[in-house]
């Protein structure tokens, strides 16, 4: 009888257990429907009773966007004219000309052909205008505009009208389309003779082919260490990172795991395949803008203690996202879930799910941040990006470095000197000559570069507030002083910093003369990063030390 009570009195919890949920459910299905309806009925008050024309796919696909910023930058809303952008996200291919542009003075511009493109067989040049594509004005468009326009059907020759310095009237180049495909290595090679270096940009379908193709023939080239530069690369495909990994831990380590609101997106990631370097010396570059898959990377390597990170701490992108369909041939890039790496941490840095009253995001507060060990027992940390095994500081340039950046001077006279020189020096032998750094001074006083120091900034303020409370008569001669011991002139500065400037100018030319392949070769005997990976890889005590 006693039996029977338990049994009846489980079961009547049970209904009500089951009870409350399908009410939950049933609550959420009517608020579901209640908004969609809400949304419906204004979508058509608004179409019919407003006082101008409006376009009901601009209005839908707006409300969509605010809808999803709402949540988190990752989750994006594609309509059917941006397909392309998916395939291009995904596979790092398209059909177009194969160039980067870019605006400019109120124009859109070619700021690169890629090596051996479309765009560069036509003889299309850093810095020309481009005024039409097929007759089609390219006036007051952006530069996504113009590039809808530059993409399309391949094997299509299409005229693109350019304005180019020197040349009076315009020019007239044709370029066949190609399917372009963007190679997630730009460059590998050796860093040293015992070290191998690949430079990976993205994590597209092929890139984990790609690095175990650079990997097996650098082998056989004889190094004895490996640098995976991963410094400016943000994201991509999970499975390429867990098959990059594969490469360098042994089989069956779990390298990944995913949890999400549904059960379907709990899922672990092993190392399925042995690995093709299993005990070659590793170290790994990032910086702030290694994101995501090159956080799995990166995070999972030192977390298994099988590489040394070096450089900046990385973004700390912990969320997984997830292309889905959608009606009319549109997609959602969804955020379905969070990442976790070996040691347990998930290294997203800003809290989406709650916000501040202002609709603001914060980061992760040192509170909440939680310690975790390695697989050697080297104490790791969540809540916030990747933190390097080996710190490296960011350069920090002076105000005159800046404002060249900013004002993007130093492309329009590596280009204007390039129509005039259609020759520099090779790769490694290239250096910025006193007559080159010359002539830089002088296109910057004939361009009329200027620009004003923060410290000329805060001294105006202070100049102001100062007579505003009458105390300037009173110290008129101290802030006349002062002003002039922070009055800069541009012969001084470009004197001052001209290592700097040197270093920046030199990095602009190798660019426009041998690519973004070529720069990133150049580099190898240049970069900070790279030099420290080298003499790190170098020393095999101080390796195991930092490891152990």
Same mark, same amino acid.
């Given at each position: 009888?006693?039996?029977?009570?338990?049994?009846?009195?489980?079961?009547?919890?049970?209904?009500?257990?089951?009870?409350?949920?399908?009410?939950?459910?049933?609550?959420?299905?009517?608020?579901?429907?209640?908004?969609?309806?809400?949304?419906?009925?204004?979508?058509?008050?608004?179409?019919?009773?407003?006082?101008?024309?409006?376009?009901?796919?601009?209005?839908?696909?707006?409300?969509?966007?605010?809808?999803?910023?709402?949540?988190?930058?990752?989750?994006?809303?594609?309509?059917?004219?941006?397909?392309?952008?998916? /395939?291009?996200?995904?596979?790092?291919?398209?059909? @177009? =000309?194969? %160039?980067? &542009?870019?605006?400019?003075? !109120? #124009?859109?511009?070619?700021?690169?052909?890629?090596?051996?493109?479309?765009?560069?067989?036509?003889?299309?040049?850093?810095?020309?205008?481009?005024?039409?594509?097929?007759?089609?004005?390219?006036?007051?468009?952006?530069?996504?505009?113009?590039?809808?326009?530059?993409?399309?059907?391949?094997?299509?020759?299409?005229?693109?009208?350019?304005?180019?310095?020197?040349?009076?009237?315009?020019?007239?180049?044709?370029?066949?389309?190609?399917?372009?495909?963007?190679?997630?290595?730009?460059?590998?090679?050796?860093?040293?003779?015992?070290?191998?270096?690949?430079?990976?940009?993205?994590?597209?379908?092929?890139?984990?082919?790609?690095?175990? /193709?650079?990997?097996?023939?650098?082998?056989?080239? @004889? =190094?004895? %260490?490996? &640098?995976?530069?991963?410094? !400016? #690369?943000?994201?991509?495909?999970?499975?390429?990172?867990?098959?990059?990994?594969?490469?360098?831990?042994?089989?069956?380590?779990?390298?990944?795991?995913?949890?999400?609101?549904?059960?379907?997106?709990?899922?672990?990631?092993?190392?399925?395949?042995?690995?093709?370097?299993?005990?070659?010396?590793?170290?790994?570059?990032?910086?702030?803008?290694?994101?995501?898959?090159?956080?799995?990377?990166?995070?999972?390597?030192?977390?298994?203690?099988?590489?040394?990170?070096?450089?900046?701490?990385?973004?700390?992108?912990?969320?997984?996202?997830?292309?889905?369909?959608?009606?009319?041939?549109?997609?959602?890039?969804?955020?379905?879930?969070?990442?976790?790496?070996?040691?347990?941490?998930?290294?997203?840095?800003?809290?989406?799910?709650?916000?501040?009253?202002?609709?603001?995001?914060?980061?992760?507060?040192?509170?909440?941040?939680?310690?975790?060990?390695?697989?050697?027992?080297?104490?790791?940390?969540?809540?916030?990006?990747?933190?390097?095994?080996?710190?490296?500081?960011?350069?920090?340039?002076?105000?005159?470095?800046?404002?060249?950046?900013?004002?993007?001077?130093?492309?329009?006279?590596?280009?204007?000197?390039?129509?005039?020189?259609?020759?520099?020096?090779?790769?490694?032998?290239?250096?910025?000559?006193?007559?080159?750094?010359?002539?830089?001074?002088?296109?910057?006083?004939?361009?009329?570069?200027?620009?004003?120091?923060?410290?000329?900034?805060?001294?105006?303020?202070?100049?102001?507030?100062?007579?505003?409370?009458?105390?300037?008569?009173?110290?008129?001669?101290?802030?006349?002083?002062?002003?002039?011991?922070?009055?800069?002139?541009?012969?001084?500065?470009?004197?001052?910093?001209?290592?700097?400037?040197?270093?920046?100018?030199?990095?602009?030319?190798?660019?426009?003369?041998?690519?973004?392949?070529?720069?990133?070769?150049?580099?190898?005997?240049?970069?900070?990063?790279?030099?420290?990976?080298?003499?790190?890889?170098?020393?095999?005590?101080?390796?195991?030390?930092?490891?152990?």
């Amino acid at each position: 009888m006693k039996t029977k009570k338990i049994i009846f009195s489980a079961i009547i919890v049970i209904i009500f257990t089951c009870g409350l949920t399908a009410l939950k459910n049933d609550d959420k299905s009517f608020e579901i429907s209640k908004q969609l309806n809400i949304f419906a009925t204004l979508f058509r008050e608004v179409n019919l009773f407003y006082v101008d024309e409006v376009n009901p796919a601009d209005i839908v696909s707006n409300g969509i966007k605010a809808m999803l910023k709402s949540l988190d930058p990752y989750t994006v809303y594609y309509p059917e004219s941006q397909m392309e952008d998916v /395939k291009l996200m995904t596979t790092g291919e398209y059909a @177009g =000309i194969g %160039s980067i &542009i870019s605006q400019k003075d !109120g #124009n859109v511009i070619i700021r690169e052909p890629y090596k051996n493109s479309p765009a560069a067989k036509a003889g299309l040049l850093p810095g020309d205008i481009i005024l039409s594509i097929d007759g089609h004005s390219t006036k007051g468009k952006t530069t996504e505009d113009v590039s809808g326009m530059l993409k399309g059907q391949p094997n299509k020759e299409i005229t693109i009208k350019v304005k180019r310095k020197y040349i009076d009237k315009p020019l007239e180049k044709k370029a066949i389309r190609e399917k372009i495909q963007i190679p997630s290595i730009p460059f590998y090679g050796l860093a040293d003779t015992n070290t191998g270096y690949i430079y990976l940009s993205s994590f597209t379908d092929k890139s984990a082919s790609d690095v175990r /193709k650079a990997v097996i023939d650098l082998k056989n080239k @004889g =190094i004895q %260490s490996l &640098i995976l530069d991963l410094r !400016g #690369n943000s994201g991509g495909l999970l499975d390429q990172a867990v098959d990059i990994v594969n490469f360098f831990v042994p089989k069956n380590s779990k390298v990944v795991y995913t949890k999400g609101k549904l059960k379907q997106w709990d899922k672990e990631y092993f190392a399925t395949k042995n690995p093709i370097a299993p005990d070659m010396p590793l170290a790994i570059l990032i910086d702030r803008s290694s994101a995501s898959a090159a956080e799995i990377v990166s995070g999972a390597l030192q977390d298994l203690d099988r590489a040394v990170v070096i450089g900046e701490r990385s973004f700390g992108k912990g969320l997984v996202q997830t292309v889905r369909d959608l009606s009319y041939n549109t997609k959602i890039k969804v955020t379905t879930a969070k990442y976790y790496i070996p040691s347990g941490r998930c290294i997203q840095a800003l809290d989406y799910s709650h916000r501040n009253p202002d609709g603001s995001v914060g980061k992760v507060p040192d509170s909440l941040v939680n310690e975790y060990t390695t697989q050697n027992g080297r104490k790791v940390y969540d809540g916030g990006g990747i933190a390097p095994d080996i710190k490296t500081k960011a350069d920090k340039f002076a105000r005159v470095t800046q404002e060249l950046v900013i004002q993007d001077v130093t492309f329009d006279f590596v280009s204007d000197y390039a129509l005039r020189n259609p020759k520099v020096a090779d790769i490694q032998s290239f250096t910025i000559s006193e007559e080159i750094y010359n002539e830089f001074k002088e296109f910057l006083k004939q361009h009329q570069f200027s620009y004003e120091t923060e410290s000329q900034k805060l001294l105006e303020k202070l100049i102001k507030a100062a007579k505003e409370e009458q105390y300037y008569s009173d110290s008129k001669e101290e802030m006349e002083q002062l002003q002039k011991s922070f009055y800069h002139s541009l012969d001084r500065d470009m004197t001052l910093f001209k290592t700097e400037i040197t270093s920046f100018l030199a990095d602009q030319f190798i660019q426009r003369y041998y690519s973004s392949e070529g720069l990133i070769e150049y580099q190898i005997k240049h970069d900070q990063g790279i030099l420290k990976a080298v003499e790190i890889l170098a020393n095999k005590e101080e390796y195991q030390q930092i490891l152990n």
